[in-house]
């Protein structure tokens, strides 16, 4: 019997490893089944678009519960300012807040040594930390650590014995590191090496992503942006509604807390447009060219960038963000308003420039420090350049309506040279005769008077005709009868040809009609006196607020209409106001028997003929 009890034993002890190799097996699976599922979920919200604040505090908590460890912590390099940033962490309450910003030279032996050169050679780096309390003494002994940092890496170690970092690289840059914490010293085996490093790529995967849909976002803004604008610029809007809607869309795509734009009157710098807080009364705001950070920006054509304020006072001179856009400042010779340095904490201000020609500046303040990008200076400078040509056609625009103010003040005299003067001089000439004929020739006399009152009463239509260019309220409030009498004892005065009217005019027709057919009679008498040589014209007027026909006659020597003298005697002119009118317009003539002008309006779209012209 003792002999067969011995037989078995080995057997439950074969069994025994059997299970405890099971059950490790199947813990490993487990573990792997979690990390896959993990891994999974990170994937779920990146194709999910969850925000990328959200999505990195989610993912860190994840990777820190399937790696065993108590805490992660998601840190960003800035190479350029040599600092690192907590962006996201889990299991660090009361040790690191998300945001903490420290240099890379605090980085030192005690504080994660080899950290930075580790992950720049792509690489994982674990330690175990000495044992509780040695490794909280090892800090509290180290000089090279300043005391604000001490207080949180003996918290760190207090809470925590062991780290493991992996690297995150956005395609070949190095973008930071993800560091697990642990309470226990560790191993660090294969497999928990390789879960961390999966992890690390799928945070690279997710920062990928949203920074590309960042990109896509905010190009898509620029784009509707700058789309708006030139909207804007081409639908001649004020200026200032312009420069306005500019400040606000940069405002909006920066994310400052205050635009501003100014402009150039001389040598004086005047605000012209604001949006946000700002710390001065803005009438008031008046600097000289030349001056100051908006000055220079103007004056040296280059934007000036500030990215902390609190700094230049320390500093003789400052840089723009990249080589092709060197300057600066010299804080002993230019001054920063007091107000904006106690408001704002950092600044960037852009010349507007366009033709090698500045115009002003735009400036964007913020209330903390802001490290400028390449990007921002870009797109700061595309808005600046249509602010410039926004100012620029403003002033195009004003010198092309002072030269057609000149222009038409021109017309204006040749005008009251060619009809009034002249009918004056005619109607001085028929009176210093009169007293002679009224005793020798009578009937001449009378018929001379009767010139002279046509004379003066169309110097009197000629006058008025131009008070009607010169003031087009007074042509739009006027009755219609009153406009066809002008123009034709305009007419009449200056070619003493006479006019046979009828006139039916009942109610008031619609403005535009109105206008349509004074212009039109004004042109077609016009070309009579100019190309008829007719001795008789007829004017033919009904109408009522409903419907209106016109026919102008005269028994003058005609044209071809199928062939019109160059230049169509301004029949497209009178056409196309017609056509702007809603109203029709036939023009009939043969050479030698005149012309008839018929011009035919109806409240209701039709194509009308000769037999409905009594409007009735």
Known sequence: MKRT?????????????FAKNYQLKFKELESR???????QEIIRMINAQVPLDELLHRAVRLAAIRQ??????LHQFDMKNEVVVQSASFGMEGIFKDGLIRPFKDLGPSGGGGYLEALQRRVPIYQNYPPYPQRVEEIQLNPDIPEPYKIE?????TRYG???AVPIYLQDTLFGGMVFYYKEAQQFNEEQIHLGLAFGEQISVALQNAYLLQEMEQRRKVAEGFRDIVKKINNTESLQDVLDFIVNKTEDLLECQCAALYTCEGDRILLQAIRGNFPLDTSTVVMNCGEGIIGTAITGKQPIIIPDIARLQYAHSAHAIDETHPLYLDPIHRQLDACIAVEYKAVMAVPLISQDRSYGALAFYYNEAHRFDPEELELTEVFASQAALAIENAMLRKQAAQLAAHAERDRLARDLHDSV????????????????LWNTAPEQATNELENLIKLTRGAQSEMRSLLFELRPQALESAPLRDLVHHAMNAFTGKTLIPIQAELAIHGETPLAVKIALYRIIQEGLTNIAKHAGAQQVWLNLKGNSHCVSLIIQDDGKGFSVEKPHQGGFGLSIMEERARLAGASLTISSEVGKGSRITFIWKEEAGEYTDSDLDCG
Not at 5 to 17: A, G, Q, V, Y
Not at 153 to 157: K, S
Not at 421 to 436: G, M
Request: some cysteine; aromatic content about 4%; hydrophobic content about 40%.
């Open 33 to 39: 089944i979690g990390a896959a599922e993990s891994l």
């Open 68 to 73: 065993g460890a108590g805490a992660c912590v």
């Open 153 to 157: 890496r003996i918290a760190l170690r």
């Open 162 to 164: 062991a780290s493991f």
């Open 421 to 436: 003067s002249q009918s004056l001089f005619s109607a001085n000439l028929i009176a210093q005769s009169l007293p002679k």
């Open 5 to 17: 009890r011995d037989t078995h034993k080995p057997r439950k002890i074969e069994n025994k490893l």
